[in-house]
């Protein structure tokens, strides 16, 4: 009472894999919205790769899809007056692999984030993805890994960082270990991240 009045933000997922982190998202939303203090909503998953587990999770929880097609998606602003007509006002990328092209950063200033697992700038940029950063971590035999959230600008795993976490690599971790430590700190943190960053956007 007397206080400035919450909004509710449109949020898209962007996602092609298995949707894990899409899952605790969409968790972490429904969690706020029963305690009455929801800040955001997921109102729709896009996705570029039928069957991908992240389409399932979108049924279950009973949210639109857009499959979206890859020449359409690069020609630019394909699919932005879709994106806008239902009423989407930020994208959160989770475990997208296509670059986002410039037009679509255009119509969403600052309102594009995307997850690294990985502690930015180091291990990022074209090719670094899934696997293949974890890989190339125990391969230079690094004492620590972690993610980064951050906002999407032009270039690959660039744009301004928002939050990282750490976590410690022993000798006997694997890259299929240290994926499994990095999901566990992206599903604590990414609802966590996305919902005080929304927190912030209400009380300006
Ligand atoms: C995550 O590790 C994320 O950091 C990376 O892709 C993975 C997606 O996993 N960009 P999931 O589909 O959320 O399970």
Not at 123 to 142: D, N, P
């Amino acid at each position: 009472m007397g206080g400035k009045k919450q909004t509710s933000v449109s949020v898209a997922i962007f996602g092609s894999g298995a949707g894990s982190n899409a899952e605790k998202i969409i968790e972490q939303s429904f969690l706020l919205m029963n305690k009455g203090i929801a800040n955001y909503t997921i109102d729709l998953i896009v996705c570029n790769k039928p069957g991908a587990g992240v389409l399932n999770i979108a049924a279950k929880n009973d949210i639109e899809t857009l499959l979206i097609e890859k020449e359409e998606f690069f020609r630019g602003d394909a699919y932005i007056d879709h994106l806008k007509e239902k009423g989407i006002e930020f994208i959160v990328l989770a475990g997208f692999l296509w670059k986002v092209p410039v037009q679509l950063i255009k119509a969403y200033p600052n309102k594009i984030i995307n997850i690294h697992p990985a502690l930015l700038p180091k291990y990022g940029g074209k090719g670094m993805y899934g696997s293949k950063v974890h890989e190339a971590i125990i391969a230079a035999g690094e004492k620590e890994s972690g993610i980064t959230i951050h906002f999407v600008d032009e270039l690959y795993d660039h744009g301004n960082i928002i939050f990282q976490a750490k976590c410690n690599i022993n000798a006997q971790d694997t890259p299929e270990s240290l994926a499994e430590k990095i999901h566990l700190l992206e599903h604590k943190h990414y609802p966590e991240v996305i919902q005080n960053l929304f927190k912030m956007q209400n009380s300006r």
